[in-house]
């Protein structure tokens, strides 16, 4: 029997296609309960001031690149959103006088116009805004070469092979968008071999580094975010980072503001990776099957799901 259609795209898969208890049962869940669902290779980890948590994410940076030798090269896979984070990194390795050029930087993803990945000087480009919120800000003596920095293109290849090159990666940090995605890994299309039930975890999880076709979710989401609520302007593909390159960071940390996804979200893939609950309709959920998760919590972006109208 197929699965219910989803109540805000229905040509799509999304959470809404999940069966209602399971809803039910995040919404729930009080502050308390979501920090108790921390389990051997899944921890949830509350902030209480936002200072310490943007502090926290850009430590994440610090701790993986120190460790960076010529024998031992290590890097970092980076999101945009959030992006608070950015500057902090920048300043601690000015501060601190950390040399990086042994350290790696990874771009989560980046924006497809329909041909190509877009350029540097697109308003809305992931690389341009690393460059200037991060990079461009280190001091040129204690730089990263620019060969060691990889971020995703439309052919893919180059980057892929970045991952298999003999650098390890020490953290893969990300938030979470309200269709419940790392990076651009958005639920699939109901369509073809999916028309019936989403994909199975295994098959998702063999998905790398591709271009996709983003739900109207995340149209909006990036739209609300990023340009004002102009969804216009906001490319309907990109490149990402896949569950295969995921896979190979020892360490998936994921940042939770309380400004990208809901209270709803941020309780949802929390209880579904604790409970081993993992579905290609909330692609978050399946990296239950990661050895080591960090969720990170601002306890006062949390919220609440009880009902209130506004």
Not at 121 to 127: D, N, V
Not at 277 to 282: C, G, K, M
Request: hydrophobic content about 40%.
């Amino acid at each position: 029997m197929s699965r219910k259609l989803s109540s805000i795209a229905p040509d799509w898969w999304d959470y809404t296609t999940l069966d209602d208890a399971i809803i039910r049962d995040a919404a729930a869940l009080s502050p308390q309960d979501v920090l108790q669902l921390s389990r051997p290779g899944f921890r949830v980890v509350f902030y209480d001031t936002l200072e310490d948590f943007y502090l926290a994410e850009a430590l994440e940076y610090i701790t993986a690149w120190r460790r960076a030798t010529a024998d031992n090269p290590v890097g970092v896979c980076g999101p945009i959103g959030p992006t608070e984070q950015l500057p902090l990194v920048a300043r601690l390795v000015n501060e601190l006088g950390i040399q990086l050029q042994d350290a790696h930087f990874w771009g989560m993803d980046e924006w497809h116009d329909g041909t190509r990945e877009v350029p540097v000087s697109h308003t809305l480009s992931f690389e341009k805004c690393d460059r200037e919120m991060l990079f461009g800000r280190i001091r040129p003596a204690l730089a990263m070469p620019d060969a060691n920095l990889h971020f995703p293109k439309a052919d893919v290849g180059s980057y892929r092979a970045s991952w298999n090159a003999g650098v390890r990666c020490a953290v893969m940090q990300g938030g979470q968008g309200d269709i419940k995605h790392w990076a651009f890994n958005d639920p699939l299309k109901r369509e073809g071999a999916y028309k019936y039930a989403p994909p199975s975890p295994e098959e998702y999880r063999k998905l790398a580094t591709r271009v996709v076709d983003l739900h109207p979710v995340t149209l909006m989401q990036n739209a609300r975010t990023s340009g004002g609520g102009n969804v216009t302007m906001v490319p309907t593909k990109a490149i990402t980072v896949g569950p295969v390159e995921t896979w190979q960071a020892e360490k998936v940390s994921i940042w939770h503001a309380g400004t990208h996804d809901n209270p709803l979200g941020q309780r949802l893939t929390a209880l579904m990776i604790s409970k081993g609950l993992a579905d290609s309709a909330v692609p978050m959920s399946l990296l239950a099957g990661h050895p080591n998760v960090q969720f990170n919590y601002y306890r006062g972006g949390l919220g609440t799901c009880a009902v209130e109208m506004h």
